[in-house]
């Protein structure tokens, strides 16, 4: 009986349970919900590529649940952009439910064919997500900016293998430029009609030059790269108004100033270069000069956000003006495997926010004869950073050549405890090798005073007494105008720049 008593008391309260109204949804009137965004802007994307994915977030601001007769994008089927609503992808979207006070996310990517839309190099593409209900409809704008680019990968085979390039006995994947290519004619001219995005490593062949325009954008796909061959040349010539680009092809914010999205520009062994009026940013190595022939010339070159190097020789012929670097993960120059270096008027600092890191290296690696650093001079440069010693330097042997020479320049040198101050090759009070050059012992001594050092703005400002105008005029008259273009003739600074009121943005 007792138990006849509990099944009868179970079913009573599933009924009681089956009668209640709690989980039945309304359809929503179009006036409850409430958006994270009223417009949800994607950013600038190029043609074909996939976006990143983009968050809206969706609020039911009522006290009932409610059921949204229809959730779906403006151009409905024909829309470029993508949906995923309640872990559903697509573009349509029927009964969503959503209970009461909840909230829900809806996901938008989109990729864009601008061939498709328009003749134009850029185009602002729109729609909307449409929230409709039986007497009134809520939207969400969606816009996103395309760019046209010329497309520059390797080849694929038929068995599904890639063009390959051979690199120190190595195959990586990449292809060579070609002048008379059948889809972009010639390759080896890069202007500023368009930017140019790389996939795997584009090489310039032997005997070949790749001229690069003023204003030309050039991005690198992950583990992609620019190389030059043996007796191949590059010749990158921008101006101050229209500097060439190197970077990496993610265009969100969030990857602005992400070291290491990309390789490097590489200048193998016997080839040749000049870079004047250029940013590369966001690589591995910013540019890696390897047994160059004849003088690599870099003038107003500016290189951020290297993981390893920003600019590294190695057995390297370099002449650098108005060169500035920061923010690599080793260091912003490295002068390695010996060779010949000459940087007049240029800013050698590193912030970035890892230890052992510094802004100058410099090593004849094993002492041979073959990897003697020819010359190591520094003009009116200032060698600074966050690091204790932004000075590094290694001579292998008693008897190698290790012709330095730092000429009224800056070097951030603290070393606290004394333990190489003072000895060779750190004597600065050697004038053979240190002449008129400003040792900072502390961090705030001789201290430059950079723009914003996080942003890359390495302008020093009026507060740097210690430095401004006690340049050597021989030197600044080799190079009369610093990077932006100012003359520095009168009354020359140490650096790339000449000095700017603390408060100009």
Not at 209 to 238: K, P, Y
Not at 336 to 342: A, C, L, Q, R, S
Request: with cysteine; glycine share 8%; proline share 4%.
């Amino acid at each position: 009986m007792k138990f006849t008593y509990q099944i009868l008391t179970l079913f009573f309260i599933l009924g009681l349970i089956s009668c209640r109204n709690d989980f039945d949804f309304e359809t929503s009137s179009g006036t409850d919900l409430r958006f994270s965004r009223d417009t949800v802007y994607l950013d600038t994307i190029f043609s074909n590529i996939g976006s990143s994915t983009y968050t809206l977030k969706v609020y039911n601001t009522s006290d009932k649940d409610i059921k949204i007769p229809s959730v779906k994008l403006g151009k409905g089927e024909n829309s470029n952009f993508r949906l995923m609503v309640d872990g559903v992808a697509g573009k349509i979207f029927n009964n969503v439910e959503l209970l009461a006070k909840d909230s829900m996310y809806i996901f938008v990517e989109t990729t864009i064919d601008i061939q498709s839309l328009s003749n134009q190099k850029e185009f602002l593409y729109t729609d909307k997500i449409e929230f409709s209900s039986e007497s009134n409809s809520q939207k969400v704008e969606l816009v996103t900016l395309v760019k046209d680019a010329i497309f520059l990968y390797p080849q694929k085979f038929a068995d599904g293998t890639k063009e390959t390039l051979p690199l120190d006995g190595e195959e990586i994947e990449g292809f060579f430029l070609d002048e008379n290519d059948p889809i972009n004619g010639n390759e080896l001219i890069w202007t500023d009609d368009k930017p140019y995005v790389i996939y795997g490593y584009a090489a310039v062949p032997s005997n070949k030059t790749l001229e690069i325009n003023a204003g030309a954008q050039i991005h690198f796909h992950d583990n992609s790269g620019l190389l030059v061959a043996n007796n191949g040349n590059i010749n990158a010539v921008g101006s101050i108004q229209n500097p060439i680009n190197f970077q990496d092809d993610r265009l969100e914010p969030g990857f602005e100033d992400v070291p290491g999205q990309w390789g490097t520009i590489w200048l193998t062994v016997g080839s040749s270069g000049n870079f004047e009026n250029a940013i590369i940013k966001n690589a591995t190595i910013g540019l890696l000069i390897n047994k160059n022939q004849g003088t690599v010339n870099l003038h107003n070159l500016q290189v951020y956000n290297a993981s390893d190097f920003g600019i590294l020789g190695r057995a390297g012929k370099i002449r650098g003006t108005n060169v500035v670097t920061n923010n690599c993960g080793q260091a912003g120059l490295g002068c390695t495997f010996g060779g010949n270096y000459h940087f007049i008027q240029s800013t050698f600092a590193n912030y970035w926010n890892k230890p052992n890191q510094t802004s100058v290296v410099i090593d004849n690696y094993d002492g041979t004869p073959e990897f003697a650093i020819e010359q190591a001079l520094f003009q009116n440069c200032i060698i600074y950073g966050s690091s204790s010693e932004s000075l590094i330097m290694n001579n292998q042997g008693s008897n190698n050549v290790f012709n330095i020479k730092f000429d009224n320049s800056l070097i951030k040198f603290t070393d606290y405890s004394n333990q190489v101050f003072g000895t060779y090759p750190y004597d600065f009070n050697n004038s053979t090798y240190f002449s008129n050059c400003l040792i900072a012992r502390t961090p705030q001594q001789y201290r430059p005073y950079f723009k914003n050092t996080k942003k890359n703005q390495m302008m020093i400002t009026d507060k740097s007494i210690d430095i401004i105008g006690i340049g050597n005029p021989f030197f600044a008259q080799q190079v009369p105008f610093d990077l932006l273009g100012n003359s520095r003739l009168s009354s020359p600074d140490l650096g790339a720049y000449q000095n700017i009121p603390e408060s100009q943005e």
